[in-house]
């Protein structure tokens, strides 16, 4: 069992940055794939960005050049620095870890999930 827990989001400008944190529980947290997913209001959950186990990383189209996904074994945390944030960035921000090892932007392939953080981004 992981138990992750988001924090960081806010109301911010665009333009501004945020860094999303993503602390897992656990002694095996090296050996999963985590991504970050999010669902704004409205529309389904899609994804963002994932990174391996070997740090290997994947975005979605909209989010390259401006989001960076990392992740530190030894703290057990995911991050998600994001820039030259968007109005259409407004979303609730889930973090997820499978124990594939591989990172995949597809929601089942995903075993754990935390509750999410909001992130607003005002015009």
């Known amino acids: 069992q992981v138990l992750l827990v988001e924090s960081g989001g806010r109301l911010v400008q665009a333009g501004g940055s945020l860094k999303l944190s993503c602390a897992a529980s656990?002694?095996?947290?090296?050996?999963?794939?985590m991504g970050w997913f999010r669902q704004a209001p409205g529309k389904e959950r899609e994804f963002v960005a994932a990174?391996?186990?070997?740090?290997?990383?994947n975005y979605r189209d909209s989010v390259k050049g401006r989001f960076t996904i990392s992740r530190d074994n030894a703290k057990n945390t995911v991050y998600l620095q994001m820039n030259s944030l968007k109005p259409e960035d407004t979303a609730v921000y889930y973090c997820?870890?499978?124990?594939?090892?591989?990172?995949?932007?597809?929601?089942?392939?995903?075993?754990?999930w935390g509750q999410g953080t909001q992130v607003t981004v005002s015009s």
């Open positions: 656990g002694r095996t947290f090296s050996y999963y794939a």
């Open positions: 990174i391996s186990s070997r740090s290997n990383t």
């Open positions: 997820a870890a499978n124990n594939l090892g591989y990172y995949s932007n597809v929601i089942r392939s995903y075993d754990y």
